[in-house]
């Protein structure tokens, strides 16, 4: 079977080296874009593809298949459109765009047209979910996700995720949906009710760098999801660690993979598995692959994107954001 013809929109962001490999074998690139054209590339030699400052002159391209779009996030929504005027299926990093009507445009332009879109929540299903997943249904879920310092955005070619107007808020709108996602799809209940805590203290940038967010369903249920900038420079890359209590029992995961878990009769099991996040977009570039001809079945959707950015983006509207919750 032909690999699909494929083009990379907004490359230099820093989940592309991730997937560079994947995207190599499953997918046959013929145009990457990005504003500052220096930063890519070794990817266009690693993928043998043209470069273009102007993601525009990309999806006129004939006979095109798929589409990643990375890039700020203030102009996902303008790249998505012209996808999704030309009938082009696409994968779209999160948060699509800097608030949830602009999120939800998009969403129902994909869905009116029936052009597939999918979103890289890689957390779904991977180690830390399936342990997770042993305590049950979650009644009460914790998550703490705590990654390197902010200034690693200026090193790694992507200094406009400390700009707000440009990425739309800090940690909580980049690190945070992964883990509501995570926490509405094992409750299979919609967010309620959402208290929140926003700091910039720690490195005095216009982006907070420490957020804590208390997200209750409509059913009561209750995850607390704290996430930061706030880790050090280091191999270590972040802190995390995770606990899931249900009516099979109690979860947990320290940030060195120990996991354990104690069923609701008392006996207890352990294991080591791996926390790193940064394999997981391999894996889903493949799953993006073979789910391509059937619409992405399976893969999360720009609807499930929507719930897990709603009570963000209240959150930022509570701290003083704009009425549909942009800061």
Same mark, same amino acid.
């Given at each position: ?7 990379i929109l907004?490359?230099?962001? #820093? ?5 560079? &490999?994947?995207?190599?074998e499953?997918?046959?690139?013929v ?6 054209? +220096?930063?890519?590339?070794?990817? $266009? ?5 043209p470069?273009? $400052?102007?993601?525009?002159n ?6 095109l %298949? ?8 203030n ?6 459109f =012209?996808?999704?005027e ?6 779209v990093?999160?948060?699509l ?11 129902? =332009? ?5 052009v597939?879109a ?11 979910? &399936?342990?997770?997943?042993?305590a049950?249904r979650?009644?009460?879920? &914790? ?7 902010? +200034? ?7 200094? #406009?995720?400390?700009d707000?107007?440009?990425?739309g808020?800090g ?10 996602d ?9 967010? %309620?009710?959402?208290? +929140? ?15 804590? *967010? ?5 059913g009561?249920r ?16 972040r ?5 899931s ?25 352990s ?22 001809e ?7 959707t *720009? ?6 950015? &709603? ?5 930022y509207?509570?701290h003083?954001?704009t009425?549909d919750?942009?800061?």
């Amino acid at each position: 079977m032909s690999k699909p013809r494929t083009i990379i929109l907004g490359a230099s962001h #820093w989940h592309v080296p991730l997937c560079t &490999r994947a995207i190599r074998e499953e997918h046959d690139v013929v145009g990457i874009s990005d504003r500052d054209v +220096s930063l890519v590339r070794v990817l $266009a030699e690693a993928w043998n593809a043209p470069v273009e $400052a102007d993601w525009r002159n990309l999806v006129d391209l004939p006979d095109l %298949g798929l589409a990643y779009v990375f890039g700020p996030h203030n102009g996902m929504a303008e790249k998505c459109f =012209a996808l999704i005027e030309r009938g082009i299926p696409f994968v779209v990093e999160k948060p699509l765009g800097t608030s949830l009507a602009e999120l939800a445009t998009v969403r129902e =332009a994909a869905e009116a047209a029936g052009v597939p879109a999918t979103v890289p929540l890689v957390q779904r299903d991977g180690p830390v979910d &399936r342990w997770l997943a042993k305590a049950g249904r979650p009644t009460y879920q &914790r998550t703490s996700f705590i990654a390197g310092p902010p +200034s690693r955005y200026l090193d790694n070619g992507n200094p #406009w995720m400390l700009d707000p107007v440009a990425a739309g808020g800090g940690c909580l709108a980049n690190l945070a949906p992964h883990f509501v996602d995570l926490f509405l799809q094992s409750s299979n209940e919609s967010a %309620g009710t959402v208290d +929140s805590r926003l700091s910039s203290v720690l490195h005095g940038a216009d982006i907070e760098d420490h957020a804590s *967010l208390i997200v209750t369903t409509t059913g009561g249920r209750e995850a607390i999801i704290e996430v930061g900038y706030a880790f050090p420079d280091s191999p270590l890359k972040r802190y995390c660690s995770f606990t899931s209590a249900g009516e099979a029992g109690f979860a947990s995961i320290n940030s060195d993979g120990s996991a354990t878990f104690t069923s609701a009769d008392g006996i207890t099991e352990s294991a080591l598995i791996n926390v790193d996040s940064d394999p997981l977009y391999d894996a889903f570039v493949r799953r993006v692959a073979g789910t391509l001809e059937d619409g992405f079945q399976g893969l999360p959707t *720009l609807a499930q994107l929507e719930d897990a950015m &709603r009570p963000i983006w209240q959150a930022y509207n509570h701290h003083g954001g704009t009425e549909d919750g942009r800061p």
